[in-house]
């Protein structure tokens, strides 16, 4: 679903690009427009016209320029299916919300017929991550598609201090339903992912972008929404058995080695750079992990727990505070949904998975 929403990204651009050409565009011109690869290109063009969109080649001086045909097109009267359809893809396209793709979408849908009566509609529901500023991600979009400098407010860093920056736009990207807008940052002299929900502010100038080398954004996104920052290392994470069989699905790391061990749990290493995001994915295991390399890890890991715990005051503390044994800590979850319980502490016994009565293991 994330690759299908990236190729809809760049297809729309094409599209956009095409339909302001109405004399056409050359391989050459796209290429400077849409950033991406002759190859690509090509590809793209083959598959917009596999959809059934029609684009013709006019040679002109002897080469190729591409143009959107401005055919009239039939009045729509979907089915219920159709519809329906219709509005399953706006809602796999929300987090684009406020991008032309999502506007022409959206009226669409209000030309559309609505369903028979008796059926229940369907409505675009907010994106599950945070939803980004529609009006942000217009100003972006313009600024884009103008190739015009951008003035953006983007909050980063540990503390989420907000700092204005001066960009050039490249492209829009979607990586696990975060949008990003890659540009290419002028105080840094490098290409940046900035995460769009994280910008509260935008201005698009009248100054034109500059130039800048081609991005590899599979280099750029190699490390999918985790900011890692800081100079290489090698870390090495225990996985209790209980877990140690979503190690591939929840990887530290694209690159991670796990080491099968003895007692059923695994050892993941894998070499990132600096430490901060290696912290947080090992306490996103709760006690079924266990920092073992390096020594910076580890106390970063115990300091993030003692100072979590330090947070409940104990009963030395306060007299009325109650005090719960592990072994009935699943008692106090609710029969409804029950999760793991476990104990911060020396001699903590193994997480426990406790599962509502009502719920029978299928034979």
């Known amino acids: 679903m994330r690759r ?8 729309w651009r094409l599209v956009d690009v095409l339909h302001s050409r109405r004399l056409g565009a050359s391989i050459a011109v796209l290429r400077e427009e849409l950033q991406t690869s002759r190859a690509t290109l090509y590809r793209d063009l083959a598959l917009l016209q596999e959809a059934g969109v029609r684009i013709q080649a006019d040679r002109v001086n002897g080469e190729a320029r591409y143009r959107l045909l401005q055919d009239a097109m039939p009045a729509l009267a979907p089915t219920v299916r159709q519809f329906v359809a219709l509005r399953l893809a706006r809602t796999m396209l929300e987090p684009l919300a406020g991008t032309a793709l999502c506007d022409e979408l959206d009226a669409l849908l209000a030309k559309a017929a609505p369903p028979k009566a008796g059926t229940s509609t369907m409505t675009a529901q907010p994106a599950p991550r945070g939803a980004s500023s529609p009006e942000i991600v217009r100003c972006l979009e313009v600024a884009l598609e103008r190739r015009h400098r951008v003035q953006l407010l983007h909050r980063g860093g540990r503390r989420g201090e907000p700092r204005w920056r001066t960009v ?81 699905e929840w990887p530290l790391h694209a690159d991670q080695v796990v080491e099968p061990q003895g007692d059923g749990g695994c050892i993941v290493r894998a070499r990132v750079a600096g430490v901060t995001e290696a912290m947080r994915w090992v306490l996103g295991w709760g006690a079924a992990a266990r920092a073992l390399e390096p020594p910076e890890l580890t106390a970063l890991v115990l300091g993030e727990l003692t100072g979590a715990v330090a947070r409940y005051p104990s009963a030395a503390v306060r007299e009325d505070a109650p005090v719960l044994h592990p072994a009935k800590a699943k008692q106090a979850v609710s029969p409804i949904v029950r999760r793991t319980a476990f104990r911060i502490g020396p001699n903590r016994p193994a997480a426990t998975e406790t599962r509502p009565r009502s719920m029978k293991r299928n034979p």
């Open 4 to 11: 299908t929403r990236e190729i809809l990204i760049r297809l």
């Open 168 to 248: 050039d736009p490249i492209c829009f990207h979607l990586v696990q339903e975060h949008l990003y807008f890659v540009a290419h940052d002028l105080e840094k002299d490098a290409p940046r992912a900035f995460k769009v929900v994280r910008i509260p502010e935008a201005r698009a100038t009248e100054e034109p972008a500059g130039t800048h080398p081609e991005v590899d954004l599979a280099a750029l996104f190699r490390h999918a929404v985790k900011v890692w920052t800081g100079d290489p290392v090698d870390v090495a994470v225990w996985l209790a058995s209980n877990v140690a069989w979503k190690a591939a």
